[in-house]
């Protein structure tokens, strides 16, 4: 599953919605630049560099990633086999440069994560490491952990080997390039292969009875004298990439797993409640789940480029709450499962961007190894979990205000207009205290509240009546209920 959050592809030219994001920025107390000594660190860690002694700068590694980016964590070469197909995989090594327990590992254990802002990105690491020396840019030699991944003919996960080496990278794909490239013929073997892996790796997925969810992000664009939001459908060549990043994940479970050690993203299975309610919705949209078929069968059918299948996908997301982090220790593996997956899985492919990657690409390596896992890393271990949790959530909030600033901003010169949309909640009264109707429009990827009477999962006219992009407030009224 990916993320959902806002992108603005060109900067919005207006200078109170600027200062709108600043003062979000500061109302959220989102991390402050870097400090001195902090910079100083990461300078001192690049010039004390020592790459690994094994050389696999002879693989024709390739990065894919949207247009522009310059923290680059992952590179691959793919290969076909008499028997399946082999994936090399380079996962930038972050911790050659974040010495354990170190004054970098400090600074990224109290951000977390990357934060990501409409109009810039707030980096885990000093950027001299995450968009440049730890970066896996081309043709330059960097450190990385080499996956080496074996699959059957039918995309099946076999053998893993793990080292840690230097690599370099030949080339820098964007995805919309490749992706054209892909569809106008182009006789690129390494796109050919993303492409036969990441659909072989989606129907093995299915078979697993697992959903992920790849839902669009948001996106600005000019529009007249103003703007407009759209939702950007992926690329298949995203969602291919997606699968050879969870793939990873599912053998770093699988490894850590087997051995007893490690932490793991889990996710529980959606409860019945919500999955009746989600498929009342399903059959209002004219796009019934059927009884006989898994969620994750139905949701892999849907085609998110109809407005009415995409707010479905939008609502599939509900069925999967609880996302958390646990060490492993000793529990059932059934309990241990990444529900929209259906597999244990663990966060692997990202350590520029999140904090929790570099200690499972650690705790992997050295269980490939057979070296034992230090103490320091296993205190370590045990409190990731709050670390993840406070980061995801402080993250979350200012994604959400962010989200509910632009969608304001834009907003604020239609009030009045009439939109269609599906009715999520409707108005009432609970423990005491009233709550508001929730809507998400079916042409643009908005939810909002509204005043009136309307029944959930019910189709309905509403108007746009209030857009405050001071309060991030939208809020509209039932016109007609249609259905």
Same mark, same amino acid.
């Given at each position: ?40 660190? &990461?300078? =001192?860690? *690049? ?16 990065? !894919? ?30 911790? &050659? ?51 080496? !991944? ?8 076999? &053998? *893993?080997?793990?080292?840690? /080496? ?100 889990? #996710? ?43 707010? !479905? ?36 492919? =990202? ?54 600033? #632009?969608?304001?901003? /834009? ?22 205290? =009233? ?6 429009? /079916? ?10 009477? &309307? ?29």
């Amino acid at each position: 599953m990916t993320d959902r959050r806002i992108r603005s592809p060109r900067p919005v030219p207006a200078s109170d919605l600027a200062q709108l994001l600043l003062g979000l920025e500061k109302e959220f107390e989102v991390p402050a630049p870097f400090d001195e000594a902090t910079l100083a660190a &990461a300078e =001192a860690a *690049v010039a004390n560099l020592v790459l690994p002694a094994e050389d696999a700068t002879g693989i024709p590694f390739f990065t !894919i990633d949207p247009e522009g980016a310059t923290d680059l964590d992952q590179a691959m070469y793919l290969e076909k086999t008499g028997d399946g197909y082999i994936v090399n995989y380079a996962i930038a090594d972050v911790p &050659a440069f974040v010495e354990l327990g170190g004054a970098l590992d400090q600074v990224a254990r109290d951000r977390g994560q990357t934060y990501y802002l409409p109009h810039r990105k707030i980096t885990l690491h000093p950027p001299l490491i995450s968009e440049d020396q730890g970066s896996l840019l081309p043709e330059q030699i960097r450190p990385a952990f080499h996956w080496k !991944i074996s699959l059957d003919q039918q995309g099946a996960l076999g &053998a *893993v080997e793990l080292k840690r /080496v230097r690599i370099k990278s030949r080339a820098q794909l964007d995805y919309a390039t490749a992706q054209r490239q892909l569809d106008g013929g182009s006789k690129d073997e390494q796109l050919a292969l993303l492409a036969e892996i990441g659909a072989l790796r989606i129907e093995q997925e299915r078979l697993r009875g697992g959903a992920s969810l790849n839902l669009p992000d948001q996106e600005i664009e000019p529009d007249g004298d103003g703007y407009r939001l759209v939702s950007r459908v992926p690329l298949p060549l995203e969602d291919h990439n997606a699968q050879i990043s969870l793939l990873t994940g599912i053998a770093a479970a699988r490894l850590m797993l087997d051995s007893g050690v490690g932490i793991l993203r889990t #996710m529980p299975q959606p409860e019945e409640q919500s999955l009746q309610e989600f498929r009342a919705q399903t059959q209002l949209l004219g796009q019934p789940w059927d009884e006989g078929i898994s969620y994750g069968q139905y949701l892999h059918a849907l085609d998110v480029s109809d407005p009415k299948q995409l707010v !479905i996908m939008h609502r599939a997301a509900s069925l999967f709450r609880g996302a958390d982090y646990h060490v492993i220790n000793g529990q059932p593996e059934a309990e241990m499962i990444q529900a929209a997956l259906a597999a244990p899985y663990a966060h692997t492919t =990202a350590p520029l961007r999140r904090l929790v990657d570099r200690f499972v690409l650690l705790t992997c390596h050295l269980l490939t190894t057979g070296e034992s896992i230090p103490d320091e890393l296993k205190s370590a271990l045990e409190q990731l979990p709050a670390l993840m949790r406070e980061s995801s959530a402080a993250a979350n909030r200012v994604n959400r205000a962010s989200l509910d600033l #632009m969608e304001a901003y /834009v907003l604020q010169s239609r009030v009045g207009e009439q939109f269609h949309a599906i009715i999520l909640q409707g108005q009432g009264n609970g423990q005491g205290k =009233a709550f508001e109707g929730q809507l998400q429009l /079916v042409d643009l990827p908005v939810t909002a509240s509204f005043t009136g009477t &309307a029944e959930p999962g019910s189709l309905a006219t509403v108007k746009l009546v209030h857009a405050d992009p001071q309060r991030r407030r939208i809020s509209f009224e039932i016109v007609a209920q249609n259905s």
